[in-house]
């Protein structure tokens, strides 16, 4: 059952003509713009520190320093604060820069000026890339990593756990894992019934890990394949990962919001799995591809 957050009044969209929307325009005048309470969860992935010139005077990303760049991020999320419902969340994907050699901590700066303006951090999540870019360094392992951060409004937020179960795969028919076979007694046995019943070793989170029937619970590692997108000169986000994060954190009918919206995948996947959406870009180019996407759908 998802983790629903205790029933508190929460407010309805007011106004429709915010939702399932591409809008063009720079985040920080659009976000005081929207309704409060409208947004159910945002995923997204904001321009990374001096990766790439979007070519629009109002962009994140070409700041001077690593800090004025946090500072910029901070404000956009804080102005987003009062858009998400109390039982609201945010994941934030982000990679690292480096300069002349030496890494920044890009993501955990953000996430901690984030905390910092009343976001609740949940989880930092790593994203495996299998097929990420090689790179002719020899001096340190190449990066083939980003992060996802789970913030929340408040403590009392929705997570539907079951949604993004992943399979077992700690307990098998040779697993030396205590709670295993060799605590069951017979084969397709559960604690409860095996030799160790009542033994409060086996306790539920063991319970969950090898036996609920859906998976265990997610773990924090997730390698998800880069996606390939020829009319974007970034790399979008894979979908599977907008899925993991939807699923997760989005009831039914609910709306999810990218306010770094690119090539509308979040949206694209949200209306895929029949959620609202509402993207926000500062790029024409890119709203209008966006737009077309979501059109084809
Ligand atoms: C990394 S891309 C997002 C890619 C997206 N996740 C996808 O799958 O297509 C970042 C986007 O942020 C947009 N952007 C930069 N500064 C912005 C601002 N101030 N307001 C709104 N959008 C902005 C850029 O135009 C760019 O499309």
């Given amino acids: 059952m998802p983790r629903k957050a205790t029933k508190k009044k929460q407010t309805k969209p007011k106004q429709k003509s915010y939702v399932d929307k591409i809008i063009c325009g720079d985040i920080l005048e659009v976000a005081p713009q929207l309704p409060q309470g409208l947004v159910d969860t945002i995923v997204t992935s904001p321009p990374y520190y001096r990766q790439r010139d979007y070519g629009d005077g109002r962009q994140i990303g070409i700041e001077k320093t690593p800090q004025a760049y946090t500072d910029s ?43 910092d303006v009343g976001w609740h951090l949940r989880s930092d999540v790593i994203w495996h890339k299998p097929n990420a870019m090689p790179s002719s360094t020899k001096t340190r392992p190449t990066t083939d990593h980003e992060y996802v951060f789970f913030f929340t409004k408040t403590k009392d937020y929705y997570y539907d756990a079951d949604a993004i179960r992943e399979p077992h795969v700690t307990f098998s028919e040779k697993s030396q894992m205590r709670g295993g076979r ?39 590692v997730w390698s998800i394949p880069l996606s390939k997108f020829r009319e974007a000169h970034f790399a979008v986000f894979p979908p599977r990962l907008v899925e993991t994060c939807i699923n997760a954190s989005c009831p039914e009918k609910g709306l999810v919001m990218d306010p770094f919206s690119g090539a509308g995948t979040t949206a694209l996947v949200a209306k895929q799995l029949e959620r609202h959406f509402l993207g926000v870009d500062c790029s024409n180019e890119y709203c209008t591809i966006a737009k077309r996407r979501l059109k084809s759908t």
């Fill in 73 to 115: 991020l901070a404000k956009v999320f804080q102005r987003l604060l009062p858009v998400v419902k109390e039982s609201g969340s945010l994941w934030l994907v982000l990679g690292d820069k480096y300069i002349q050699g030496e890494l920044q901590g890009m993501p955990w700066r953000v996430a901690l000026a984030l905390k």
């Fill in 182 to 220: 060799k605590h069951l007694g017979k084969r397709g046995g559960t604690p409860e019934k095996g030799k160790n019943s009542g033994n409060s070793n086996l306790h539920d989170g063991r319970w969950d890990q090898a036996f609920h029937p859906k998976g265990r619970n997610k773990r924090t």
